[in-house]
């Protein structure tokens, strides 16, 4: 017992009182370099203790500590930046402050997530107290994003898919879905099904639980589906937002078979990825897409049109935004997910490309700091697409 106690005191001092002042740190403070600091303060106080391997169990933390708050601070320069894939992201949330009244969004049990339904919601963005935008965005009854009123139209038409299609940051007379109406003299109807944040694996179940049928039509001439860089991740239930949204497993015979939901890490991991880029990098590391959640995308996306053709007649174009458009990278994961799209054999719309051969200045086309399209780049895609719903060749751009 004489040396149970020492031992445990031992535990208590170099592991567990530190581990407990991170995690509050971490988890309540929101602050990983508040966290260092205090640790390391910690082991400093205890080097001073009379105990010697007390000391140098401190003195070795202490290195491992410092080192590691040195190593994160080297990675915040904007010379590393670019080592860390995908946080640069965080670079254009810092200082950003967003509202949204009344509430938009509700959790729900087989997506994920929904729009409620009646509503019409103002949601504001600003930059280190800057406006980036201010728009207003009505739902209808079914809880899709609605148009103001217009021609009825007589050709259904479905959009697909996450904020680009949904809108995000334009109001409802701005977005791609009144274009195509409005390009059309009325003869389009497009139904938006799109939702901000959503993953094509979403856009699956949405097909197969019928939602598109609730708009009241059961046939549509095309369906058009937005997908950005970090779909790959998304399918796989790699990013945090997707918690509680259905996950969908490859089994034998490539049978696509969903296996309950996706769930995802704690509040203090979601810390930790958001203020570490040294634990982001780690993080990146271990989950980086591999060939098996590539595949996972393509079968999802292949399902997809399969379900779009046999059960609504729709032919499926996916609209593809490369690159982190904020910054005004039109390049991005290109080279991987143009692969990608030929493998699911999908019809797609390249939209970076189609932005590079305009003359216009990017911030035409992207909101500037928010990285989503502009009322102009929704118009030039809605005459695109109009254009080749006459000539579907326009829409095949994987080689045969």
Same mark, same amino acid.
């Given at each position: 017992?004489?040396?149970?106690?020492?031992?445990?005191?031992?535990?208590?001092?170099?592991?567990?009182?530190?581990?407990?002042?991170?995690?509050?740190?971490?988890?309540?403070?929101?602050?990983?370099?508040?966290?260092?600091?205090?640790?390391?303060?910690?082991?400093?106080?205890?080097?001073?203790?009379?105990? /010697? *391997?007390?000391? @140098?169990?401190?003195?070795?933390? =202490?290195? $491992?500590?410092?080192?590691?708050?040195? %190593? &994160?601070?080297?990675?915040?320069?904007?010379?590393?930046?670019?080592?860390?894939?995908?946080?640069?992201?965080?670079?254009?949330?810092?200082?950003?402050?967003?509202?949204?009244?009344?509430?938009?969004?509700?959790?729900?049990?087989?997506?994920?997530?929904?729009?409620?339904?009646?509503?019409?919601?103002?949601?504001?963005?600003?930059?280190?107290?800057?406006?980036?935008?201010?728009?207003?965005?009505?739902?209808?009854?079914?809880?899709?994003?609605?148009?103001?009123?217009?021609?009825?139209?007589?050709?259904?038409?479905?959009?697909?898919?996450?904020?680009?299609?949904?809108?995000?940051?334009?109001?409802?007379?701005?977005?791609?879905?009144?274009?195509?109406?409005?390009?059309?003299?009325?003869? /389009? *109807?497009?139904? @938006?099904?799109?939702?901000?944040? =959503?993953? $094509?694996?979403?856009?699956?179940?949405? %097909? &197969?639980?019928?939602?598109?049928?609730?708009?009241?039509?059961?046939?549509?001439?095309?369906?058009?589906?937005?997908?950005?860089?970090?779909?790959?991740?998304?399918?796989?239930?790699?990013?945090?937002?997707?918690?509680?949204?259905?996950?969908?497993?490859?089994?034998?015979?490539?049978?696509?078979?969903?296996?309950?939901?996706?769930?995802?890490?704690?509040?203090?991991?979601?810390?930790?990825?958001?203020?570490?880029?040294?634990?982001?990098?780690?993080?990146?590391?271990?989950?980086?897409?591999?060939?098996?959640?590539?595949?996972?995308?393509?079968?999802?996306?292949?399902?997809?049109?399969?379900?779009?053709?046999?059960?609504?007649?729709?032919?499926?174009?996916?609209?593809?935004?490369?690159?982190?458009?904020?910054?005004?990278?039109?390049?991005?994961?290109?080279?991987?997910?143009?692969?990608?799209?030929?493998?699911?054999?999908?019809?797609?719309?390249?939209?970076?490309?189609?932005?590079?051969?305009?003359?216009?200045?990017?911030?035409?086309?992207?909101?500037?700091?928010?990285?989503?399209?502009?009322?102009?780049?929704?118009?030039?895609?809605?005459?695109?697409?109009?254009?080749?719903?006459?000539?579907?060749?326009?829409?095949?751009?994987?080689?045969?």
């Amino acid at each position: 017992m004489s040396r149970v106690r020492p031992a445990i005191l031992k535990v208590c001092l170099l592991l567990a009182i530190p581990a407990a002042a991170f995690w509050a740190s971490v988890d309540l403070a929101s602050s990983v370099m508040l966290g260092i600091a205090v640790v390391a303060g910690w082991f400093a106080v205890l080097a001073c203790l009379p105990s /010697l *391997k007390v000391q @140098n169990a401190s003195l070795a933390l =202490l290195s $491992i500590f410092l080192g590691c708050g040195a %190593l &994160e601070m080297v990675l915040r320069t904007s010379l590393m930046a670019g080592v860390i894939v995908g946080r640069d992201a965080a670079d254009m949330m810092a200082g950003q402050g967003s509202t949204t009244d009344p509430p938009l969004f509700t959790r729900d049990e087989t997506l994920g997530v929904r729009l409620i339904p009646n509503r019409r919601s103002r949601q504001t963005l600003t930059k280190d107290g800057q406006p980036i935008y201010d728009a207003v965005y009505t739902t209808d009854a079914n809880g899709f994003r609605t148009l103001p009123p217009g021609p009825a139209g007589d050709t259904p038409v479905l959009l697909l898919g996450d904020s680009f299609n949904f809108g995000v940051g334009i109001n409802d007379d701005q977005t791609l879905a009144f274009y195509l109406r409005d390009l059309s003299a009325g003869r /389009l *109807k497009p139904v @938006n099904l799109a939702i901000p944040g =959503l993953g $094509i694996h979403q856009v699956l179940r949405q %097909l &197969e639980i019928g939602e598109p049928a609730r708009s009241g039509h059961k046939k549509f001439s095309f369906a058009l589906l937005s997908i950005v860089d970090d779909h790959v991740s998304r399918a796989n239930g790699r990013v945090f937002w997707l918690r509680h949204s259905p996950r969908y497993e490859v089994e034998p015979g490539d049978r696509l078979v969903l296996r309950g939901t996706y769930e995802h890490p704690s509040k203090f991991v979601r810390n930790l990825l958001a203020g570490s880029r040294l634990f982001a990098l780690a993080w990146n590391t271990i989950s980086a897409d591999s060939d098996g959640d590539r595949h996972r995308f393509v079968r999802i996306l292949r399902e997809i049109k399969s379900r779009l053709s046999t059960e609504y007649g729709a032919r499926v174009v996916v609209l593809y935004f490369s690159g982190q458009t904020w910054r005004g990278d039109l390049t991005g994961a290109r080279d991987m997910m143009v692969p990608l799209l030929c493998r699911a054999d999908v019809s797609f719309i390249d939209v970076s490309s189609l932005v590079q051969a305009s003359s216009e200045p990017i911030d035409r086309f992207y909101i500037s700091g928010d990285g989503h399209p502009t009322a102009q780049l929704n118009r030039l895609l809605a005459s695109t697409i109009i254009a080749g719903m006459a000539e579907p060749s326009r829409f095949a751009a994987c080689p045969r």
